[in-house]
């Protein structure tokens, strides 16, 4: 059974700063990883998506990796700004039936100005 | 020209009614699903769906039902209301290629379900 892990659960930065949200998954066999945003009360956004043959994805500030023999991916956000602040979530599509996601419990992103 | 939309956003019930929830999308995706968010605020899905298999995690109760009138549309059906079943449900869709692999999923505003 899949489980996916986010750490930190929650993490506070003031404005301007690089950062990294962590993302671990139990089993390689994926055919991708999602990263998500959240904010409150609002449903999700798709950031990133990359594909298990795929090493990293770029979308603006946002740069997201793939290790997929280690199971882990990380989302580096560069220069944060007040705006960023939001919950992230990332999302695994395993080897099942249905193209269903496994979630991890998110981190919990604030930049203060 | 929202890509999916869900009715209602909030959901107010006594324990024991049945209700649903209704999702739409305009994307033309093949394939839809349903995810629930607890408290804790954890997703996890419920239901995929596409107009060949229903797909359902098997530790969802039977007294939740997807249904389809057609390609655009999946609700969700739940009878005989408990209290464990407040969180938030969210739809989503995605197209998948056959063949290939899938594509990002595309999710709905969420459905707050508050049962007293």
């Known amino acids: 059974k899949q489980e996916v892990t986010q750490i930190p659960a929650a993490l506070s930065v003031p404005e301007g700063e690089n950062l990294v949200l962590n993302c671990s998954f139990t089993?390689?066999?994926?055919?991708?990883l999602q990263w998500f945003r959240q904010d409150p009360g609002k449903g999700l956004t798709s950031l990133l998506l990359i594909q298990s043959s795929q090493r990293e994805q770029t979308s603006g500030r946002l740069n997201a990796s793939l290790d997929k023999s280690s199971g882990r991916s990380t989302l580096y956000i560069a220069a944060s700004q007040p705006g960023d602040s939001a919950t992230y979530l990332c999302a695994v599509r395993g080897n099942n039936a249905g193209n269903m996601l496994t979630f991890g419990g998110g981190t919990r992103l604030m930049v203060k100005p | 020209d929202t890509a999916v939309s869900q009715t209602p956003k909030y959901l107010v019930t006594q324990m024991g009614n049945d209700k649903s929830i209704k999702c739409e999308q305009n994307?033309?995706?093949?394939?839809m699903y349903w995810y629930k968010q607890d408290s804790k605020k954890f997703l996890k899905i419920m239901f995929s769906?596409?107009?060949?298999?229903?797909?359902i995690n098997e530790t969802v109760p039977n007294r939740f039902s997807p249904k389809s009138p057609d390609k655009a549309h999946l609700n969700l059906h739940i009878n005989s209301l408990e209290l464990g079943d407040s969180a938030v449900y969210f739809c989503a869709s995605s197209q998948v290629p056959s063949g290939r692999p899938s594509d990002t999923q595309y999710f709905g505003p969420g459905t707050r379900l508050t049962v007293l």
């Open positions: 769906y596409n107009n060949k298999e229903l797909i």
């Open positions: 994307l033309g995706h093949d394939t």
């Open positions: 089993d390689s066999a994926i055919y991708n």
